[in-house]
């Protein structure tokens, strides 16, 4: 009888080491074929010498996903390795609608990841303490009238916002458009707090608010946390507090 | 000279040690005192055999972060140990108040965990592929009326919406009120994700809708998660598309 392959869709975390679960390196060390970028592959490199590495770096997303089934389905362990968490934007969906496309009977077991959203937010101080929404800028495959909606919903809703692919070569206006969304809503002194690179190789942290947001450096390695009402700064630390102190 | 204390606020995840980061376990090493409940200290045991161990229990969030820092400044250095992410919904938010209210020197590092919402996501399989709202049901520091609000919010955006805290003794309505409220924007049949202690022992996961939901054990072990209009279920698994197979 053929063994019937399994798929761990793994997220690594912010891409510092460190920063992995366990269960992560388990399940790399537990594979017979690694896919992922050669970012990523680098920081695992000790556990996969003797493993087989595709190393997708050049292929769209869907193209490693048929990769990996297609190596899965041959009886193979195969993890496919990304950064944050698989979950959240990440390869997770693409992985379960593609063997659900294929009526592929392998399994897949989705390996949760700290988000690049927890991971900013632990440098910044305590941002995230209270009700927030995660909302990508990028347009590539969601209507940016979507998008504006539901800037301007989390905006009305006092939430705090944590904007995943701020601003890339290709996108450059979906940043400032966000922000007057937002403003309509906040005040200009709002709390703002962008991390480039969060928890990893290169990080730098930056307080700001929401008037001078856009004077600093955002790209596509940055994650930008608008605080709520309530947010503020102190000791170049950014809290929103949950009324324990009230 | 004295040395200046640390404070380490640690979130090891769900709960099971395989999901904790490699960073939480080298700061628990690292530590001379571990300030934490019983539960939580209990699957880190054979890392703090020679420490010095506060059993928080039966203390309130606030005392716990005192005596964390009353410890910190005696120039130790602690582990605050809780489950989750401690930078959602948790304890790092009031260690920091705490720190500044007192003008404490000690430092205070946030290590970050796995948060509930990522870790049922990855049982449930990809509910959040797309944008998101994290709202906490608990209206014991928060007003009812601004969490109801936030649902609306989230309920117009179409966010998928992750549920803290839905239900407990004390608290039955609130789970009853949000559903209503999101009934509002999406139709019965959206589907609805229900996880308890996810990813840790007795894990239990159910699919179900928008309109069934209440049908299902619903505790504060447990995490909801709403769908988005495009969120389906496929062969026990919810799946968020992000329009890669459009």
């Known amino acids: 009888m053929k063994n019937k392959g399994k798929i761990y869709v793994i997220g690594i975390g912010p891409g510092d080491r ?3 679960s366990l269960m992560s390196l388990k399940a790399i060390k537990e594979s017979e074929v ?3 970028y050669k970012t990523y592959i680098n920081i695992i490199e000790d556990l996969i010498k003797e493993k087989e590495i595709i190393n997708s ?3 769209k997303e869907v193209e490693r996903c048929e990769i990996t089934i297609d190596e899965a389905e041959k009886g193979k362990i195969v993890s496919i390795v990304s950064s944050g968490d698989p979950g959240v934007y990440g390869m ?3 992985v379960l609608e593609l063997v659900n496309k294929r009526n592929s009977d392998v399994e897949v077991e989705i390996v949760p990841g700290i988000t690049a959203a927890n991971a900013a937010a632990a440098s910044l101080g305590a941002p ?3 009700d927030y929404a995660v909302i990508s800028l990028s347009d590539l495959l969601t209507d940016w009238e979507v998008i504006k909606k539901r800037i301007d919903c989390a905006a009305a809703g006092d939430f705090i916002i944590t904007l995943y692919n701020p601003k890339s070569k290709g996108r450059i206006t979906q940043i400032e458009d966000a922000r007057e969304i937002i ?7 709002t709390t703002v707090g962008i991390v480039r690179n969060a ?3 290169g990080e730098q942290v ?4 929401l008037e001078r947001m856009l004077e600093h450096n955002i790209d596509m390695f940055t994650i930008v946390i608008i605080g709520n009402s309530n947010t503020y700064e102190s000791n170049n630390m950014m809290i929103t507090p949950r009324g324990y102190f009230k």
């Open 206 to 209: 930056k307080i700001t608010n």
């Open 199 to 201: 928890k990893r190789e």
């Open 34 to 36: 690694i896919v992922g």
């Open 57 to 59: 770096g050049m292929k």
């Open 183 to 189: 403003m309509k809503y906040r005040k200009p002194s």
């Open 92 to 94: 997770a969906g693409a």
């Open 18 to 20: 460190e920063q992995m």
């Open 128 to 130: 995230l303490m209270h």
